[in-house]
């Protein structure tokens, strides 16, 4: 059974520049989450959907991130003008429901310069 | 935080002693699952127990939860170089996953 693949692995911008990440779930599960992990820090919930409903973006950036999972299966992640600050690893993770063993992707790096 | 805390933040001990690490939270969880991230990887689950157990095992890891004093440990017999990871705590309510920051084993040969 595939894993959670993300994509691209790794990204280097300048600062204003807009950035997106893809992500592709273990088939059937409906719950997906994006985290964002500074260096040396755990992950940090972004926003958690179940099937195609956002359940919780209280801690997404609203004036430069976007999430969407438009069919309740893959799902984007943009971040519009980035900043320094949003240097960080980008993580998603599928479930079988919420509160369920989360199974993540690889990550995505992204270096703001 | 609101959640998760590990109270050791890096750990380095010699291969085949014994480690715990200790996790406090402070609101109603359901099970608290623990994470291992090895660099450059996502973090993968290697054990989760649930708020009626007290104590779970598997293999060389052992989780304990006193939902009482809202604390979770989990500790590793005769530690391993391959154990050397950054293991978080995540306690749940059954609606997210909530990470602390991290204890850094460092298992030296």
């Known amino acids: 059974e595939a894993g959670v693949t993300q994509s691209p692995r790794y990204a280097v911008l300048q600062e204003g520049q807009a950035v997106s990440f893809w992500c592709d779930p273990i088939?059937?599960?409906?719950?997906l989450y994006w985290y964002q992990q500074p260096r040396d820090q755990g992950p940090q919930l972004l926003v958690y959907?179940?099937?195609?409903?956002?359940?919780?973006n209280s801690q997404l950036p609203s004036d430069r991130f976007s999430a969407v999972r438009p069919k309740g299966t893959n799902s984007t992640l943009k971040i519009q003008s980035a900043k320094q600050g949003d240097t960080a690893t980008y993580l998603c993770?599928?479930?079988?429901?919420?509160?369920?063993?989360?199974?993540f992707g690889e990550g995505s790096r992204l270096i703001v310069v | 935080s609101q959640w998760g805390e590990e109270n050791l933040q890096a750990l380095s001990i010699q291969e085949g002693e014994d480690v715990t690490m200790n996790c406090s939270y402070k609101?109603?969880?359901?099970?608290v699952h623990w994470y291992r991230q090895d660099s450059g990887r996502g973090p993968a689950l290697i054990i989760l127990?649930?708020?009626?157990?007290r104590e779970k095992r598997s293999g060389r890891l052992r989780a304990t939860l006193d939902t009482s004093s809202q604390s979770s440990s989990l500790s590793i017999t005769a530690a391993q170089c391959e154990d050397t990871a950054v293991y978080f705590c995540?306690?749940?309510?059954?609606?997210?996953?909530?990470f602390g920051k991290g204890t850094h084993l460092h298992v030296l040969p």
């Open positions: 993770a599928s479930s079988l429901g919420p509160g369920n063993t989360l199974y």
């Open positions: 088939s059937g599960h409906d719950t």
């Open positions: 959907f179940r099937d195609e409903a956002v359940i919780d």
């Open positions: 609101t109603y969880t359901t099970v």
């Open positions: 127990i649930r708020s009626n157990e």
């Open positions: 995540a306690p749940t309510n059954a609606y997210k996953v909530i």
